[in-house]
């Protein structure tokens, strides 16, 4: 049995997750903003098989803050096996363009708080040389794009931050996988029109574990979205700068 | 956005989407537009719709919240389908109380519509079996509702079409099984007769009874079909395997002229014709067994993309043979018939829901192609026998009955009516209640 922290929990994807991890009877321990919703999840991860659920209440932005509560989780839960960090926050483009407080905003969210909560994983992993860091970033992290590049450049930046520290951790036998989610089908993108390549949370959660119970440094999910962008990096930028993408 | 739509594809429809995911929600403001919660519209008709309006899309509200195995009580949030719910109970050694034809659907829906399943006739509707839910009003009211406490919105709630607020959570009593299997009797009938003789003689001993009929059939062969009969197989047998999901989707519009009057009655003579003997025996899992059609997802589909109907109504047992026959006749004289025609007896047992659709007697749902202005008008002709022998319409079936018979078969609507929440409203009710 493992002990899995999932941070952000409340996410729609990370729920899934969880699920699944309950299903094997693991134990889980979820932060987040919300106790109500982190205890609506918990009862229903009991009832589907969980070992123990534990829930901490913490505003992610908060940076100063995730040092302590690991410490004071691991007081409570005992040492952790993997952590998920899922938690997120997809700007609208063009408030961001024009409104510099919003766009710091989503930096914050979507790469300083994760570069923080990394480094003091790694930092709680590294000397007990075992355990796995899987990070949630996206397909947005592989190419700027016109449409959302305020959000596409914080999830590079998480993503470059994730790769560098599986360099830092692979001595110590410590595993980081880079999840990269193509579109899915949350209350992130409930204001999309859905096409044929929205997945649904559940597919992507399975995809997410398997990538983690097998070690993978970068999983793309769905898989095809490895093959769809590799496509899009190779569009010459002479092109690919006049596209609506 | 046009995601959410009924079952039939018909009426189209288009609305404000609003999720809700938590169960601590507040019913989202929705401005001058009226609501209404939407779980997985697998109702067929409008009663899902509330078209130029909002809806609720309660599919992301879906957690359990507790399961007591040793009683058998079940407690989950109302947007939880059929579908999680037997992964969870049927490998602890229970089943739903009572099922649909299809898994598809959320407790919130079966208690909104107060369904039946093929067991009515010992366990009645599911809204029986509920101990209680929470009832979230538009002005931010939560009241609990159970059959002791605020018995009458209790009441009204079951079978209410979704009118008198959002159920966020709801509790209700299993049913023990030894395994997920089901030892069925097929059973080929000639006509209506025999149907209603075979349904009375396996009231007490079957739990589930559901014949197909051929509703295509005319003069000798007319009213012939095949009584199915089954009960939970005996504990000796262990295995409590889950189903599994749906394989095969639908992945796009058939064209109109695949379900003409010939494909019809093929098919309808090769299914009698398929059983050779009038008695066969098997054991069957519970999912093809409860749930045939949701082996293809989407099969809606199958019907074009101007949708389907499909008629269920319920006419009481006293004048119910000559009243079935009369229809039987009307339908196959129209060459409008369809594949999958079910009938079935209703049983005794009354349930709480001051609208529900079930009552003593024999009932019969047919789907319908839509061909416009013809098959509208064979409704109306049905409709016109079944108001005579003082039958009903099912409203989570229905696309188009007339306000004047609606009112007539369910006189009790006008007080149903102080139940609603001023700011719910569906297309189905706005159709029923002022003809518009
Ligand atoms: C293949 C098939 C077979 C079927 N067989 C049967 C059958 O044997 N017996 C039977 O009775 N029915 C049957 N049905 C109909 C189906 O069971 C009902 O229409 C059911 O109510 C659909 O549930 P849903 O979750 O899809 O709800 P929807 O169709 O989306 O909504 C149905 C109603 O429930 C209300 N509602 C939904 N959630 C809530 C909530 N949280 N709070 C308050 N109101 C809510 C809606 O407002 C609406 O009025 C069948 C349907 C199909 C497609
Ligand atoms: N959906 C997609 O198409 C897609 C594609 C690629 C990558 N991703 C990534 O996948 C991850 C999960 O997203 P999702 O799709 O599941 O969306 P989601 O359901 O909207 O989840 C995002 C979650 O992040 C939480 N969160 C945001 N800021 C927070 C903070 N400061 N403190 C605590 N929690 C905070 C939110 O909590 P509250 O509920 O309290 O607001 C919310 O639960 C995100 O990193 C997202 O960028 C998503």
């Known amino acids: ?245 | 956005m046009n995601r959410c739509q009924s079952w039939g594809r018909y009426p189209k429809a288009v609305q404000e989407i609003r999720p809700v995911r938590w169960r601590d929600t507040t019913v989202p403001n929705s401005g001058d537009k009226s609501i209404l919660p939407y779980g997985l519209g697998r109702s067929y008709g409008d009663s899902c719709l509330n078209d130029g309006q909002a809806l609720l899309e309660t599919s992301g509200m879906n957690r359990f919240i507790a399961f007591d195995e040793t009683s058998g009580i079940l407690r989950c949030e109302a947007g939880m389908s059929l579908d999680d719910i037997l992964k969870l109970i049927v490998p602890k050694g229970w089943f739903l109380p009572t099922t649909p034809g299809t898994k598809f659907i959320t407790v919130g829906g079966a208690i909104a519509n107060d369904i039946h399943g093929k067991n009515h006739h010992i366990s009645g509707t599911f809204g029986c079996h509920v101990r209680a839910f929470e009832l979230l009003r538009s002005d931010g009211n939560r009241t609990l509702c159970t059959p002791e406490s605020n018995t009458d919105l209790f009441k009204a709630t079951i079978g209410g079409l979704g009118l008198t607020g959002l159920i966020t959570w709801a509790e209700f009593g299993l049913k023990k099984v030894g395994n997920a299997w089901i030892d069925l009797e097929s059973i080929k009938f000639t006509g209506i007769g025999e149907f209603l003789e075979l349904s009375k003689e396996s009231d007490e001993g079957w739990e589930y009874t559901v014949s197909w009929i051929d509703c295509v059939a005319q003069g000798k062969s007319m009213g012939r079909g095949i009584f199915m009969r089954g009960n939970h197989s005996p504990a000796s047998v262990l295995s409590r395997k889950v189903h599994a999901d749906p394989k095969i989707t639908a992945l796009f519009d058939c064209p109109d002229m695949m379900l003409n009057s010939l494909s019809i009655k093929v098919f309808n003579t090769v299914y009698y014709g398929k059983q050779r003997t009038k008695y066969v025996r098997s054991r069957v899992h519970y999912d093809p067994f409860f749930y045939p059609l949701d082996a293809v997802n989407e099969w809606n589909r199958v019907y074009g993309k101007r949708g389907f109907f499909q008629y269920q109504f319920v006419i009481p047992f006293n004048g119910g043979k000559e009243t079935m026959e009369a229809i039987l006749r009307i339908i196959a004289a129209s060459k409008q018939g369809s594949f999958l025609s079910v009938i079935k007896t209703f049983g005794k047992k009354v349930s709480p829901g001051m609208l529900s659709f079930p009552k003593p007697g024999i009932t019969l749902a047919l789907d319908f192609p839509n061909r416009g202005e013809s098959t509208l008008k064979l409704f109306d002709e049905l409709d016109t026998v079944v108001a005579a022998a003082g039958g009903s319409v099912y409203p989570a079936k229905d696309a188009r009955m007339s306000a004047d018979f609606f009112q007539k078969a369910y006189p009790q609507w006008r007080d149903f009516s102080e139940f609603i929440d001023p700011k719910f409203s569906s297309s189905f009710w706005r159709r029923v209640t002022t003809g518009s």
């Open chain 1, 1 to 245: 049995m493992n002990t899995i922290l999932i941070v952000g929990a409340t996410s729609a994807i990370a729920e899934e997750i969880a699920k699944l991890y309950a299903g094997q009877g693991q134990r889980l321990v979820l932060w987040g903003r919300n106790l109500n919703h982190l205890h609506s999840i918990q009862n229903n991860l009991e009832v589907l098989g969980a070992a123990e659920v534990f829930c901490f209440e913490i505003d992610l932005d908060v940076c100063g803050k995730h040092a302590d509560l690991l410490e004071e989780t691991v007081a409570k839960v005992g040492a952790i096996d993997i952590a998920l960090i899922a938690h997120g926050v997809l700007p609208d483009q063009q408030t961001a363009q024009e409104n510099f407080a919003a766009m710091r905003a989503s930096l914050h969210t979507n790469f300083l708080s994760y570069a923080s909560i990394l480094t003091v994983l790694a930092n709680y992993f590294e000397p007990r040389k075992r355990g796995t860091i899987a990070s949630i970033t996206s397909v947005a992290a592989d190419r700027g794009r016109k449409s959302n590049y305020v959000y596409g450049a914080a999830k590079a930046g998480a993503s470059a931050f994730t790769d560098g520290l599986r360099g830092r951790l692979s001595a110590s036998g410590v595993h980081v996988v880079n999840i990269k989610p193509g579109m899915v089908d949350t209350p992130m993108t409930a204001h999309f029109k859905k096409g044929l390549l929205f997945a649904s949370p559940k597919t992507v959660a399975s995809g997410i574990v398997k990538a983690i119970r097998k070690n993978k440094s970068t999983a793309y999910v769905p898989g095809y979205w490895r093959l769809i962008m590799c496509i899009i990096r190779s569009i010459p930028e002479a092109i690919f700068k006049k596209t609506n993408f």
